[in-house]
């Protein structure tokens, strides 16, 4: 599905565009930049749009494939970016990514997706908002996508690092079960690691973006991009603080069980032993030997019980003392 | 909240300024430095302030948002650093980090917080003191405010690691309430991090400031920021050591645990053996058979009784041995 | 055994070569580009191709002898290449890595192994489709054979990708036969680690390759061999991620254990101390006092075993609630 | 307390001074070495010092403090450096670490230190008997000191190796008290940190006086303070080593610990059974069922004392075949 | 104990020389390069030599030291390189690492060790071969001494693996005994370490040997020491991917160890149980109450037991389906 959108930098007004042809078109005009966006698009329609723009082969079939890494690659003309937005999903828990393969060229910017991306709603009107204040052509653009989508992990980062201190808590809490206490962790875990390996060559891209020695760029773009940067430094920062907390989280956790087990046996081991005591003494009056005189007192029974209890107490003040 | 204090860079006097107006006023004098605080500053005052001084939009964005990562940006005319204080919070214990922007222009200096900062006043002594002995304009309050700000991490500093000896001490003595032991371990834990992660990129701006290509600064100028830059770095170093040694008692305490649980298993298998050993005796002295000759002696009683008592110290000498 | 292809780079038609002689006469052509393939050649034939290729000595050396990294070495007049290809083995599961040395001149490749490759076929049908779109000479070709190399990692990774989540999924279904599932893992992880020891060195081998200072390609060609580096980083950074995931299945799995050991140790606190209480009691009244009223009762016997189960029932009712 | 000597580095003859008047006066005569030592100086004398040698007042302020890291930092006449000498302390062994600062300037070098050092007097020692091989002034002195500083952590080093070593043996002796085990291998790692913490930052310290773009020092001095760099590589070195040992010590004792407490279950398992099967036995024959013919026979004790005795057997040899 | 070998490197013919003046006559014939070999020398031995060749005082006193690390230093005349040759002994079973100081002039080559070294004969024996195939002087010798060196490491390696997959392979076969196999894996990782840290610096001194900018090597003698730089790198890579395993190991020995103490609990439990049950069953019939009826039963006491040989089977039952 192609959906286009012309800006004529000049009079900064804006302009749907339905068709490839008139896509091209706009390009010839010289104040225009032109947003094309593919939503998974045929084979075939990308190599049009990738004939119309002289966009190399290979960068077209990059955009085709999935599950590339956030990049940005230098063509002739144009720049290939890779980017990655990210949505939690509820049940299961899990992180949805999507792929974003962005062509960026002089007047031009094609977004290319094969899964529906809100960010790109989003972008439309910061873009249009943008346009107003900044400088600069489609630059304008590409900042109003990457700021857009980096923005967005924000919640989603928000939501995981709540779950994460709500794991800790769950940990002391004492009522944990620990079958679904290490499973969450184990996939709270896997989410983190999933934007960590989105975020770390995001922040690459955006180091190249923000490289003083980058052409493309004038200095003003600069800060902007920089902003961006910042951002994405954030989420990777908050990431591995998390990621380290889980793993102490999963350390304390089996200090923990280690330690339960331990009291547990500390119970059996006073309970049984006051219990076979008594239960010693009991075998011992009930023994078939003919002279046990204690056996003929007319107290004998009650006073048999009474060692019992007696002796019974005391084991468990010991053992009280002990623990 | 607004609050200004000029001083005159050859006079070396000091005056209070209590307008923005006024503050646009004093800056129009050569010779002034103007330092601005900015405390939990609506969004029209600080666009105020950002058009008075000429801010970029997106550095007085910035600062009106929180949980920014410590910082340095160099912008056309001014720089904008984000630097945080650090307080000790008694109970939960934990960590009360505030966030101070701070706009480092040629002549000013602006300061902003949400949060009330007692390091401030302490700057503003500071900075009428190093006035008198230091050259150089609003370098000078730069190395005053960031002086304090570190300096001021040592006490909660100290106060952490004094925590963490006395951890390792409750390790060892033998009484730990496991726990709560293990809680305090994981949010001192966690205290520590949160540290370092403030610690880590405030040295990397320190190390930008102390970069001798830097045109901010002269020569004189830097030995005081290497001061700062070094303080920072011991911060960092004992942060590192004591993390460290917490993962150790982490894993002290699982082999400590561990063990506690083998002696206690040792103790229930002495203690249940020699039981159950006498009342396996009273048990067969105990059974019916019609023709068992000890049941009929006189001291049969008193010799089972003694067999038992001799079989027990036997069985708990043999343990003693074993452990 | 040899075997060869020549390829007229103009007219860009093939033909099979099937003596050594041959060969270096058509190298005599100028526009001929050579592949020549050597499987499991004897040292004879190694150095009789080496005299013919003037190929250093050392660089022949090492490509008899097995085991090498993966790396590139420049020599006067041609480059040393050795890369490894991989396929999965079911049983026991394992990776078989086949080494491949590559010997790399201004107009011939030469390729040595000592064990079939599958993936040199393939690389035939995609050289000869290739040098129809692509310029350039024995890069190509080159290319074509790293290209379909480092292809074949996926579907062996995406195998291992499987398993790993197979496994983690395992550990909480709560029927795993631990000591198979320790194995398996183990196993996986070192598949993991040999994957990772061989795409590390392989991605050094194509940085080389794509960097622009290297004066054997043309700036077209570094497009292709930078979507090759870029393949081979997906498949290191897709093993990182599981071999951090699989370390933390690994703790997880400990963390479950132990629990388990728990919960059992609990189930036989509880069961013990209810059978050992109805014990000592049926014990109590087994004793031969002479005066123990309720034994001459008429409903003695079944009070004493409503008792039993009343103060069963109680305890066990206790040791729910406490668990 | 101010101890100084100067030297003559023409006629290489050593003199004691015993005033600051005095060394200033010697430090006139062009060819005059001095070494000044502070011992625990007043705020006063440090102040003195300073004037008199133009010490800059934040390098008097850094060598009044204690607790800098390991550095050198420029000055404009002069280098300060933090070093640390270390020594062992008994009980509770643990390292005692002095700090020394010292100011190297042209002609001069002042040490600063708050505890006694024994090894300034070895460093006297060995700078006359130096001056006499080597050439060059002042960094024969500094050469002479941070060499036996340097030599004196290998004694240090080699006794904490051995009680690595030593822990490591009490492992496998099967005699360790746990708990001191552990609480020794802790102390010792942490003395270990505290050395690589030491020795860590030392090392930058010599690689910057061996560079070679360093305008201090000749060729020739180069040569030997590589020597001394290469003595504190060897301390990291071995330190690291060390480390990652006890590391690996602490796990592996998780494990034994685990082990054993797995091996004192199993005695459990097979002692409980054989003991409960016997009692067992005995509370059946002692159940008071009219009818029981075996209670009647002449030799049913006998023989039911050789079943239990059969049965115990069994058993026993049943579960030494499982263990 | 001096030995010497000198080679006329145009005629290139070898010859014996037995005493240092005439190493030193040799040395004064342009052609020839020599070869001294040092085997535990005297301190005056040394010294002489040292006269002899001009070497600086501090290189022949670290030749003197033992315990360097692996370095190579560069003096006015000569380079200083120290290597290590590493052999198995096998019980206990450790490495015996021997260290080698190389002197390396322009024509001359001086070994010096305090251990035989068998690697030196088979040195000569290469040094004769190599002379014929390769150019240069001394620098032939130098690589028939390094390559030699690495080339041993081979065996010791292929060793410890063979052992790292045997430790392995116990681990599985369940019937290892738990400390022998800990203490085992201990000791091979300390002999990874060992080698590792001989490795790590020895490929930072090829490092430095295969540097174009070294004025030492024509571009020929380069490709040889990248050779050796290769064999070394390998060995580093080996003993990496081990050491990882066998940290792996030592964790999947930790979740075995657990989960058979589970197994043990769980048999312990159903077996108690059972037993547990019979013996309560018995004790019931055991006790006294006058009005038991089924006690007279005729066949009471064959029911008895029948209902504790049904009630065990059924337990058992249970049990396995819960497991």
Request: include cysteine; hydrophobic fraction near 45%.
């Amino acid at each position: 599905m192609l959906k286009a959108l012309r800006c004529n930098s000049l009079e900064r007004c804006f302009q749907r565009v339905t068709s490839l042809a008139e896509a091209r078109q706009a390009l010839a005009e010289p104040q225009t930049i032109l947003w094309l966006d593919l939503f998974n698009p045929s084979q075939e329609e990308l190599q049009d749009v990738g004939a119309a723009f002289h966009l190399h082969p290979l960068a077209v079939e990059d955009a085709s494939h999935k599950h590339q890494r956030p990049k940005i690659e230098e063509y002739d003309s144009f720049y290939l970016l890779v980017f990655y937005t990210v949505q939690a999903e509820p049940s299961p828990e899990r992180l949805r990514v999507c792929e974003l393969s962005i062509f960026l060229g002089e007047r031009y910017l094609i977004t290319v997706h094969s899964e529906p991306i809100p960010e790109l709603e989003e972008t439309e009107q910061r873009w249009t908002r943008n346009v107003r204040q900044l400088e600069g052509g489609v630059i304008v653009l590409l900042y109003s996508l990457l700021d857009t989508i980096v923005d967005q992990y924000f919640p989603v980062l928000d939501a995981m690092v709540e779950q994460a201190e709500a794991l800790e808590d769950r940990l002391f809490s004492g009522e944990l079960r620990q079958r679904s206490f290490t499973q969450d962790l184990l996939a709270l875990k896997k989410r983190f690691l999933t934007l960590r390996r989105i975020a770390g060559p995001e922040r690459d891209v955006l180091n190249v973006l923000t490289n003083r020695d980058n052409p493309l760029f004038n200095e003003h773009a600069l800060l902007y991009f920089r902003d961006v940067y910042d951002h994405i430094m954030r989420v990777a920062d908050t990431v591995d603080l998390y990621r380290d907390q889980l793993s102490s989280t999963m350390d304390a956790n089996l200090s923990i069980v280690s330690n339960d087990l331990n009291k547990t046996m500390r119970t059996l081991t006073a309970a049984s032993i006051v219990l076979v005591v008594d239960a010693l003494l009991a075998g011992i009056w009930g023994m078939n030997f003919e002279y046990m005189p204690e056996l003929h007192w007319t107290y004998g029974y009650a006073l048999a019980l009474t060692v019992m209890a007696v002796i019974s107490l005391l084991l468990l003040l010991i053992f009280r003392r002990l623990r």
